[in-house]
């Protein structure tokens, strides 16, 4: 299982002029996400204020994430970055001693 650094940006040709539409629209989103931090797919979520961007840290298999993540289209776009532990570098690091 992997570990995955999500940045996440809301499409912007998407997004309802009216508030009371807005927040309709996002409110499932919000709760897919509560959802997913629930059942600990999602460790960490954000958004960076004032924007329509964030992050998540999430991990799970690549299916897994995969899946996860296609639940949002085509409303959120994803960049997906695999991150290591700091034991996972050291292990690195280790081998090219050897």
């Known amino acids: 299982m992997g570990k995955y650094l999500l940045l996440w940006e809301i499409d ?5 002029v009216d508030p ?3 927040a309709t629209a996002w409110k499932p989103l ?3 996400v509560k959802q997913d931090m629930k059942e600990g797919k ?3 979520w954000g958004t960076f204020i004032g ?13 897994e994430i995969a899946s996860m993540l ?7 776009h994803f960049k997906t970055h695999p991150v290591s ?11 090219q001693t050897k």
């Open 42 to 44: 999602v460790k960490d």
């Open 85 to 95: 532990s700091l034991s996972q570098v050291e292990e690195v690091i280790k081998a």
């Open 12 to 16: 912007p040709t998407r997004i309802p």
């Open 20 to 22: 009371q539409q807005r």
């Open 51 to 63: 924007e329509l961007n964030g992050y998540s840290v999430a991990e799970g298999t690549e299916v």
């Open 70 to 76: 296609l639940r949002f289209a085509p409303f959120v």
């Open 30 to 32: 919000i709760e897919m």
